[in-house]
């Protein structure tokens, strides 16, 4: 059983930077694809997003410029930074992970709300 711990939301004000964290721990055998996604009310959920084990990214058009990924696969944690936060980046974030046997798995969600 694997578990994902997320960390680092809150609340921000415009322009402002947050850092999410999230930690894998439990039976875990090799992590492809570590991710972040989110989910506003109202809305679908959305890649925001993602690293490849060896190092590629791909980014949501939306965040590009501003939010950065990276991991650290010693520790089985990935982390987005996040800068000039805009209010439509309010959301609960969701961390997910895709293992090397194609099975996947998602955190609980952290609220990141930008509003002054």
């Known amino acids: 059983q694997v578990q994902l711990v997320e960390s680092g939301g809150g609340l921000v004000q415009p322009g402002g930077s947050l850092g999410l964290s999230c930690a894998a721990s439990g039976r875990i055998f090799s992590i492809n694809v570590m991710g972040w996604y989110r989910q506003a009310p109202g809305k679908q959920r959305e890649l925001v997003a993602k690293i490849f084990r060896g190092g590629g990214t791909n980014y949501a058009d939306s965040v590009k410029g501003r939010f950065t990924i990276s991991r650290d696969n010693a520790k089985n944690t990935v982390y987005l930074q996040m800068n000039s936060l805009k209010p439509e980046d309010t959301a609960v974030y969701y961390c997910?992970?895709?293992?090397?046997?194609?099975?996947?798995?998602w955190g609980q969600g952290t609220q990141v709300t930008v509003s002054s």
């Open positions: 997910n992970v895709v293992f090397a046997n194609g099975f996947g798995s």
